[in-house]
């Protein structure tokens, strides 16, 4: 009991981590699916600008990453099961290009990705650990941050979220 | 910050049953019980994180740092097919009989699992699906039904229940059939509410309809011929 007691506390007493980045700029078309942009930080948050309307969920992820390797195929499965309500952005960043580009053939990503070659784009969006994921609601509000492998469940329950 | 939910779910595993065991088991037969158990769990998060890089991706097999990884993901069924199997060897290798030792701590599994459940509030905030009642995960503006808090109850409800039945000299093979088809059959129901990307079961919920089936099947032979040689 001591222990159930002690977990309430902590559940209920626990900061709520409050998200911070706002993108800003003006509005650009997002990168064709399936290949891998290069796009400065700038360019990144015009794209976001411009996608607003739908709830978007951004992926920063580097083909060294062990759980991006599980994330991946969920992501791309989202991606086809919910390509009229939401949109997926995939961010590589600290990577390589060739390795990211073998990464995407190996597991067949049809969505949009961008290659974060400067780094700036993690830097903006205060990448903490990889894979990072950035949920933004159709307002262009960021309303979540989830820092390493994404659960079906965590991810099917953020989508009921973000659409609802 | 690093997100310390996982280690202190399998921590809960652990410690919850080993709080409500009554009586203490004696020092010697206590660290024997730990240590078994112990290298169960440990043996079941490597091979189910064996089995889930074989299924979802096998080109990681040979990579030790994807192996190591386990909060990628770990199948539930072959890692505690795998932690049951070690735990009954150990047993075996020790000249007793492991069904009598399956039978005395599946009480106290059911218990952990029902731990590593409720732990989710540490983890991911118990996702479900959108109702009036519920949780907010983090972030999130909708109220989510907390299906693994369900599951966390009706899991110790399975335990409690098991234990009576022990105590009324329900036999051991019975006992382990009847824990593992609970677990079965409690995720099997879960699994309808529990959210999911796109539709149709999931391997999760697959794999728990398969052993809850399977469960009743051997307990139904069991009985039978159990009836028989009375007979």
């Given at each position: 009991m001591i222990v159930i007691a002690?977990?309430?506390i902590f559940v209920v007493t626990r900061p709520v981590s409050t998200p911070v980045f706002v993108a800003d700029g003006p509005a650009i078309e997002a990168p064709p699916a399936g290949a891998l942009t290069d796009l400065s930080a700038d360019e990144f948050e015009s794209v976001l600008v411009g996608l607003r309307g739908r709830p978007v969920i951004v992926n920063v992820w580097a083909?060294?990453?062990?759980?991006?390797?599980?994330?991946t195929p969920l992501l791309e499965r989202t991606a086809q099961a919910h390509q009229s309500d939401i949109v997926i952005i995939g961010v590589n960043s600290r990577d390589q290009r060739a390795g990211a580009l073998a990464f995407m053939d190996e597991f067949?990503?049809?969505?949009?990705n961008i290659f974060d070659s400067s780094g700036e784009i993690r830097g903006r969006l205060g990448v903490r650990g990889f894979p990072s994921t950035y949920v933004f609601g159709a307002d262009g509000a960021l309303r979540t941050t989830v820092v390493g492998g994404l659960t079906e469940q965590r991810l099917a329950s953020i989508i009921a979220d973000v659409t609802a | 910050m690093r997100d310390y939910g996982?280690?202190?779910s399998i921590a809960a595993v652990l410690a919850v049953p080993a709080l409500l065991v009554r009586p203490w088991p004696q020092p010697e037969q206590g660290w024997r019980l730990i240590d078994r158990v112990g290298g169960s769990l440990?043996?079941?998060?490597l091979i189910g994180r064996l089995a889930a890089l074989a299924i979802d991706d096998p080109g990681s097999l040979t990579s030790l740092a994807d192996l190591l990884v386990i909060r990628s993901g770990v199948d539930f069924w072959p890692g505690l097919a795998a932690g049951l199997a070690w735990l009954a060897w150990t047993e075996r290798r020790a000249g007793q009989h492991p069904p009598a030792l399956l039978a005395m701590v599946a009480s106290a599994g059911l218990v952990g699992w029902a731990a590593y459940e409720a732990s989710c509030l540490?983890?991911?905030g118990c996702p479900g699906p959108i109702r009036a009642i519920g949780l907010r995960p983090d972030g999130l503006v909708e109220r989510q039904f907390p299906v693994a808090l369900v599951v966390a109850a009706a899991a110790v409800l399975a335990a409690w229940l098991l234990d009576r039945a022990r105590h009324r000299a329900l036999p051991n093979i019975d006992t382990i059939l009847i824990a593992i088809g609970s677990v079965a059959l409690i995720r099997s129901i879960a699994s309808f509410w529990l959210p999911r990307v796109g539709t149709g079961l999931t391997r999760q919920h697959l794999m728990s309809l398969i052993v809850l089936l399977a469960c009743?099947?051997?307990l139904t032979a069991v009985r039978q011929r159990r009836t028989l040689n009375a007979s």
């Amino acid at each position: 009991m001591i222990v159930i007691a002690a977990v309430a506390i902590f559940v209920v007493t626990r900061p709520v981590s409050t998200p911070v980045f706002v993108a800003d700029g003006p509005a650009i078309e997002a990168p064709p699916a399936g290949a891998l942009t290069d796009l400065s930080a700038d360019e990144f948050e015009s794209v976001l600008v411009g996608l607003r309307g739908r709830p978007v969920i951004v992926n920063v992820w580097a083909s060294w990453c062990a759980p991006c390797r599980t994330e991946t195929p969920l992501l791309e499965r989202t991606a086809q099961a919910h390509q009229s309500d939401i949109v997926i952005i995939g961010v590589n960043s600290r990577d390589q290009r060739a390795g990211a580009l073998a990464f995407m053939d190996e597991f067949d990503v049809t969505f949009t990705n961008i290659f974060d070659s400067s780094g700036e784009i993690r830097g903006r969006l205060g990448v903490r650990g990889f894979p990072s994921t950035y949920v933004f609601g159709a307002d262009g509000a960021l309303r979540t941050t989830v820092v390493g492998g994404l659960t079906e469940q965590r991810l099917a329950s953020i989508i009921a979220d973000v659409t609802a | 910050m690093r997100d310390y939910g996982l280690l202190a779910s399998i921590a809960a595993v652990l410690a919850v049953p080993a709080l409500l065991v009554r009586p203490w088991p004696q020092p010697e037969q206590g660290w024997r019980l730990i240590d078994r158990v112990g290298g169960s769990l440990a043996i079941g998060l490597l091979i189910g994180r064996l089995a889930a890089l074989a299924i979802d991706d096998p080109g990681s097999l040979t990579s030790l740092a994807d192996l190591l990884v386990i909060r990628s993901g770990v199948d539930f069924w072959p890692g505690l097919a795998a932690g049951l199997a070690w735990l009954a060897w150990t047993e075996r290798r020790a000249g007793q009989h492991p069904p009598a030792l399956l039978a005395m701590v599946a009480s106290a599994g059911l218990v952990g699992w029902a731990a590593y459940e409720a732990s989710c509030l540490l983890r991911d905030g118990c996702p479900g699906p959108i109702r009036a009642i519920g949780l907010r995960p983090d972030g999130l503006v909708e109220r989510q039904f907390p299906v693994a808090l369900v599951v966390a109850a009706a899991a110790v409800l399975a335990a409690w229940l098991l234990d009576r039945a022990r105590h009324r000299a329900l036999p051991n093979i019975d006992t382990i059939l009847i824990a593992i088809g609970s677990v079965a059959l409690i995720r099997s129901i879960a699994s309808f509410w529990l959210p999911r990307v796109g539709t149709g079961l999931t391997r999760q919920h697959l794999m728990s309809l398969i052993v809850l089936l399977a469960c009743i099947a051997a307990l139904t032979a069991v009985r039978q011929r159990r009836t028989l040689n009375a007979s």
